[in-house]
């Protein structure tokens, strides 16, 4: 028996409840600033356009930050908090989702939500990644140009709530995967490259080698 399976066995023998994101959480807007706000030091801050470019399934520290000055104007993220990208170029985009694991807060940008619960906010992040989550989401997104999902929306999704000592374990087992998928994508990348230089190298002495011989060694 596995860990996760012990662990099920113990603290849900009758199955894994199953709520609505708002049952059991709050979803609170970001506030509006833009990319000429943007400093290279000042207030940590995550774009949500970020969302889908420079993060992963959880974050520590950002990639950007914003004028001091605008401090009171901003809305922002706390530790254990997860920011959700409310507006994408597809439906299938649109709802991507970081966890917030800092040591302080973070200021979110307008078209992004946080939610707060109880929930650990990787294994929440790590299930806005499943193809059950994005069939419910689907039915929330408006199709305009740009997608846009709402909160109202958001909260009618659901998600299945095991206790902590499960959702810790299933984020354990996934961050080790998601490790693991880091190295291979590097290793085949390296044996990619590898592998093009010496098609080059062959390619090259290959052809120069036959346009040498029909010339008769001459340039």
């Known amino acids: 028996m596995s860990e996760i399976e012990r662990l099920l066995a113990e603290h849900c023998p009758d199955g894994i409840e199953v709520k609505k994101l708002g049952e059991i959480g709050t979803f609170i807007r970001g506030r509006r600033f833009t990319k000429a706000d943007m400093v290279k030091e000042g207030i940590p801050c995550i774009h949500y356009g970020e969302i889908y470019t420079e993060y992963g399934v959880s974050a520590r520290t950002t990639v950007s930050y914003v004028r001091e000055d605008l401090r009171s104007q901003l809305r922002y993220a706390q530790p254990r908090d997860v920011i959700i990208a409310g507006v994408g170029e597809t439906v299938e985009d649109v709802g991507k989702a970081v966890a917030w694991i800092g040591e302080g807060e973070v200021a979110i940008h307008d078209d992004s939500f946080l939610f707060r619960s109880e929930l650990n906010p990787t294994y929440v992040s790590y299930y806005f990644q499943t193809s059950t989550f994005n069939v419910e989401k689907e039915q929330h997104v408006a199709r305009a140009k740009v997608k846009r999902l709402s909160s109202s929306g958001l909260s009618r999704v659901t998600i299945p709530v095991p206790p902590p000592e499960v959702q810790n374990e299933i984020v354990r087992i996934l961050d080790s995967m998601t490790e693991l998928l880091a190295e291979l994508q590097i290793e085949l ?16 002495q290959l052809l120069t080698s036959k346009r040498e011989r029909m010339s008769g060694g001459r340039p």
């Open 189 to 204: 990348q390296a044996e990619l490259q590898a592998r093009t230089r010496q098609y080059e190298h062959y390619r090259d």
